[in-house]
């Protein structure tokens, strides 16, 4: 079957600096990654959608220049949190698709400290 | 059990007993539904699926049912088990409106021994 895989899982950076989260398709070729972030006790809530070879299509009030979004191959997508803050702690969860289907990514904890 | 809302609800039931929950979806205009299961730190995993042109799946001791004309999809779990224990989520897309999934707000369900 389809996997993604995410990484890192967990990842604690200090207030400031930037962190990149990978998300990979390892069996098939995504044409599509979406992007999300879920608060604890919260539903999922899409930040981003990408296709291979263009720019990402971020939702109403996602910062673009915040969250950095590229998706330079049909496997591999990639997520940069750019002068990360205490509020951006979150559970960050890629998924892949091929235009039929979804797959999710096992999420990556971030901490912002 | 059974349990209705949209404010991340629990349903605890028994092992043994059947579990229902219910989601209420926004967009009239979409036409494919999945339900997830999420377990704690962990990205969501495919349950079930079904299209607007059909009101009942039945899959392995899952069923989804689908009431258009009131927005509303419920998953009935059979013989519940600890195993079961999750949160669960409904998502709707509209097919080619970029394929973006909408969640719900999910429900917790809790199985006592």
């Known amino acids: 079957g389809a996997v993604v895989s995410q990484h890192p899982s967990r990842v604690i950076c200090k207030s400031g600096t930037s962190v990149k989260i990978e998300c990979r398709s390892l069996?098939?070729?995504?044409?599509?990654m979406f992007w999300y972030r879920q608060f604890p006790k919260q539903s999922l809530m899409l930040m981003a959608t990408?296709?291979?070879?263009?720019?990402?299509?971020?939702e109403q009030g996602v910062e673009k220049d915040k969250f950095l979004i590229n998706h330079a191959s049909l496997t591999l997508s990639t997520l940069t949190v750019t002068s990360a803050h205490p509020e951006d702690s979150s559970f960050y969860i890629c998924?892949?698709?091929?235009?039929?289907?979804?797959?999710f990514g096992s999420g990556t904890r971030l901490t912002v400290v | 059990g059974e349990n209705v809302g949209l404010h991340l609800p629990t349903l605890s039931v028994q092992e043994g007993d059947n579990s229902i929950i219910n989601c209420a979806y926004s967009?009239?205009?979409?036409?494919?539904f999945i339900w997830y299961k999420q377990e704690s730190g962990k990205g969501p995993q495919f349950i079930i699926d079904i299209r607007s042109n059909m009101d009942k799946r039945q899959g392995q001791r899952v069923t989804v049912l689908l009431n258009k004309t009131v927005k509303h999809l419920s998953l009935q779990i059979a013989a519940t088990q600890p195993g079961d224990s999750a949160v669960y989520f409904c998502?709707?897309?509209?097919?080619?409106?970029?394929?973006?999934?909408?969640f719900g707000t999910g429900t917790q369900l809790k199985v006592e021994l």
């Open positions: 998502a709707e897309t509209v097919t080619g409106g970029g394929n973006k999934l909408t």
């Open positions: 990408s296709n291979e070879g263009s720019k990402a299509t971020y």
């Open positions: 998924s892949a698709s091929r235009g039929v289907g979804y797959t």
């Open positions: 069996d098939f070729q995504a044409t599509t």
């Open positions: 967009n009239s205009a979409s036409d494919y």
